[in-house]
């Protein structure tokens, strides 16, 4: 909670990437130094290699669409990707803007992921890239919940969230960079800096994805965690038994 307010209510979460889709992909990528986009990478990669060749599935949180190239150059074979995310002004971005040349490919559903209505096993594979911080441990199992019940048995599954890298020797100097140092030049530099300032607070209260590999595991699924340039990164990737 910040000042009385749900930082974990989808209504808010949606405002607050409303407000900054127009300049989130050149933030992300120039603070990051690049780096989201790699793991981004790092994450289709660790997808395992499914038994039959990926035909169709979900791209959770997805944004204006960044891990689609990734995804569609590792798995030709795919004809759909459908897309999930509340927010108008990244669906909007991603769909006029960014992605025009694949549209028949993509279908957008702009809804809170936990309520939408995905149907049971529908996909061969899912995917996420940086849509984690911005749920409450309750919103993580019922989001595991989610991934069981929409993957077709043998489908396969990789999400990845910037982390805190937790037992690394420069901690303390990169939180201090994310939480201080980000901020402050945040704030000098760019309109609605407060709403960047927000994606550092969900990042840093979201730990590593570890205890979401656990969840995934009650769920029935093989999960592998794996860290990334010394945890600062952390993702699951697995499979759904085949049938
Ligand atoms: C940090 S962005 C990541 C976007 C993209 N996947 C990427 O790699 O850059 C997080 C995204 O999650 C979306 N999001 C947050 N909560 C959501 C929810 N409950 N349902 C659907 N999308 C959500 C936001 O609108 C935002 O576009």
């Known amino acids: 909670m910040t000042e009385g307010v749900d930082i974990y209510d989808p209504n808010f979460v949606k405002e607050v990437f409303d407000r900054c889709s127009s300049r989130y992909i050149g933030y992300s990528y120039f603070f990051s130094l690049g780096f989201t986009e790699r793991w981004r990478k790092q994450c289709i990669a660790a997808i395992p290699l499914p038994d039959a060749p990926l035909s169709q599935g979900y791209d959770l949180m997805a944004g204006t669409g960044e891990s ?67 749920f409450t ?31 690394w020797w420069a901690r303390r100097a990169y939180m201090f960079h994310l939480k ?35 969840m995934l595991r009650n769920e029935g699924l093989n999960v592998e965690f794996n860290k990334h340039f010394f945890g600062c990164a952390t993702g699951v990737a697995g499979n759904k038994q085949a049938g």
């Open 68 to 134: 689609w190239p990734h995804l569609l150059k590792r798995f030709p074979d795919i004809h759909a990707i459908t897309a999930v995310d509340i927010s108008t002004g990244m669906h909007e971005l991603a769909m006029d803007r960014l992605h025009q040349h694949r549209t028949h490919k993509i279908e957008f559903i702009e809804d809170d992921v936990l309520a939408s209505s995905l149907p049971d096993e529908s996909a061969d594979f899912v995917v996420s890239t940086f849509g984690l911080k911005t």
């Open 137 to 167: 441990p309750d919103q993580h199992a019922q989001l595991a919940a989610l991934i069981a019940r929409i993957l077709k048995p043998g489908g396969v599954f990789s999400l990845i969230e910037a982390s805190d890298p937790r037992g």
């Open 180 to 214: 201080v140092v980000l901020p402050f030049v945040e704030s000098l530099l760019l309109r609605g800096a407060q709403d960047f300032a927000m994606i550092g607070s969900y990042t840093s209260n979201f730990g590593d994805a570890s205890d979401f590999a656990a």
